[in-house]
């Protein structure tokens, strides 16, 4: 079973904050939260990382809740091409254990 | 830096056949992972290899076997294919705990 939880779609309009929350209540200490994108017809595209520190880089943001149970991807200014399926996942920092996607939340932008 | 290239992009093969898809890591990458993807199941982790060795094994039967070579490329292959096995089949390449995925290997099973 998925180690994370998301909502199965969200909707934002175009050129607005879009924040996609994932809860992952029994992380451990050595798990990452990784965030992937898939968008119509390609292989899923890596977004960001982080392990206990908000991150931010070129694509996105991502905020780490304190305990580490949840975090929230961040798109600053969602675009068309932002429409996609996003996954949260949680994969170990030793590789010890395999990654496990979920469904993930598939992300509608209205133009 | 070229991408992970996956080969043949699509297959239509028969029940009962079997099958070997290629992937081609990012230079300098050592571990190489399977996923299946369907409309039902979503992406599933088939197995994990890293410097030869198989590191991490997902939950399907054994018609479905990997290898990495000694220059990272990697192999897989499904024996006695059935209808279920019809799906996307994507490979990825990691440095550290960020995965790079390819497009994928379209597998229609007739």
């Known amino acids: 079973d998925a180690k994370t939880t998301q909502p199965n779609s969200m909707e934002s309009n175009e050129e607005e904050p879009v924040h996609l929350p994932c809860n992952h209540s029994?992380?451990?200490?050595?798990?990452?939260i990784h965030w992937y994108r898939q968008l119509p017809s390609q292989g899923p595209e890596y977004v960001i990382h982080?392990?206990?520190s908000n991150v931010n880089n070129r694509m996105a943001s991502l905020a780490i809740a304190e305990d580490r149970k949840s975090s929230t991807l961040i798109l600053h200014r969602a675009t068309l091409r932002d429409a996609a399926v996003y996954y949260c996942?949680?994969?170990?920092?030793?590789?010890?254990?395999?990654?496990?996607f979920g469904k993930g939340t598939r992300l509608h932008i209205l133009p | 830096k070229a991408g992970v290239t996956q080969t043949p992009r699509y297959l239509i093969k028969t029940r009962g056949q079997q099958v070997t898809l290629s992937c081609s890591p990012i230079?300098?990458?050592?571990?190489v992972s399977w996923y299946q993807q369907t409309p039902g199941q979503g992406l599933q982790f088939l197995f994990e290899?890293?410097?030869?060795?198989?590191?991490n094994k997902g939950n399907f039967p054994g018609r479905f076997s990997g290898r990495q070579f000694s220059n990272s490329r990697s192999e897989m292959n499904v024996s006695t294919l059935e209808l279920g096995d019809s799906a996307l089949y994507l490979c990825?390449?990691?440095?550290?705990?960020?995965?790079?995925f390819g497009p994928g290997t379209r597998l229609l099973v007739l």
């Open positions: 990825a390449s990691s440095p550290d705990e960020t995965q790079y």
């Open positions: 029994t992380i451990s200490g050595t798990d990452y």
């Open positions: 982080g392990l206990t």
């Open positions: 996942i949680l994969g170990d920092i030793n590789r010890d254990d395999k990654i496990i």
């Open positions: 230079s300098g990458h050592r571990s």
């Open positions: 290899y890293f410097s030869e060795t198989q590191r």
